[in-house]
């Protein structure tokens, strides 16, 4: 594991130029530049990241801004971080990993179900045409509704629902990715997948793996990725 202190030389030196320049939100993010290419490096591409368009994608995205004020020196650590509500922010790696395993190329329309903080849907919304994402709580998804149009993001819809049964209106997706862990891949998730498309999900109870389907000539090809950790899909 890669640990990457939040209280090194680097931050310090950054909150100190906040308070001198007194900037404002969109020039803060340039303050974690140098975290954040210290991310990619060491979290991503040291391990099995390799898509450019998705290092692009972590190297440019503001995490900082979906996490906690408190927790921002820990934006960029090589860890999952709370949100509130009991839920968590993925650990950097992991949503490179999704994000890869979706295979963009600019033109997609994809469904995140999960919303949680929005970064995820950050990252997305840089990488494909639109992107519309469900979150079962309600304080959440208004949030993060808040945080990614105060951030300038215009291509993605947050709707708050049970993201079980995807989101029929705009269906099908060419990209579905879960970032919560239902018992087994929902059929409404499936049903919505379009041809050729791939669907990214973490699979299981006690314990769970990261799947990908995909959809070829109308039938689901399934691939185990690894064993992972995410809080599970509820159902209210
Ligand atoms: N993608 C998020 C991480 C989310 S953590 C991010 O980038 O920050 C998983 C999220 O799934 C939590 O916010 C949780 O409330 C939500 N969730 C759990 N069950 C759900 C369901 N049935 N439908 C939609 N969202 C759900």
Known sequence: ??????????????SAHVKEENIVTEQQT???????????????????????????AMRKTPRHLFVPEKLRDEAYSDYPLPI????????????????????????????????????QAAILAGLCREV???????????????????AGYKNITVRTGNGYIGWK??????????????????QPLIEQLAEGGHLVIPVGTFSQEL???????????????????FVPMLNK
């Open 1 to 14: 594991m890669f640990f990457v202190s939040g209280c090194n030389e680097d931050t310090q030196k950054t």
């Open 132 to 150: 519309y994402t469900v979150e079962i709580i309600d304080t959440l998804a208004k949030r993060a509704e808040t945080t990614l149009k105060a």
């Open 84 to 119: 509130g509500e009991g839920q968590t922010i993925s650990q950097p790696y992991i949503v490179a990993l999704m994000t890869q395993l979706l295979e963009l190329g600019g033109s997609e329309k994809v469904l995140e179900i999960g919303t949680g903080s929005g970064y």
């Open 30 to 56: 340039d303050l974690f530049e140098g975290d954040r290419g210290r991310m990619v490096r060491t979290q991503l591409e040291a391990r099995d990241i390799t898509d450019r368009r998705v290092l692009d």
């Open 211 to 229: 799947k990908r389907l995909t959809k070829i000539n109308g039938k689901i090809r399934e691939e185990s990725i690894i064993p992972v950790v």
């Open 169 to 186: 209106e705009y269906a099908p997706f060419d990209g579905i990715i879960v970032t919560c862990a239902p018992a087994e891949v929902p």
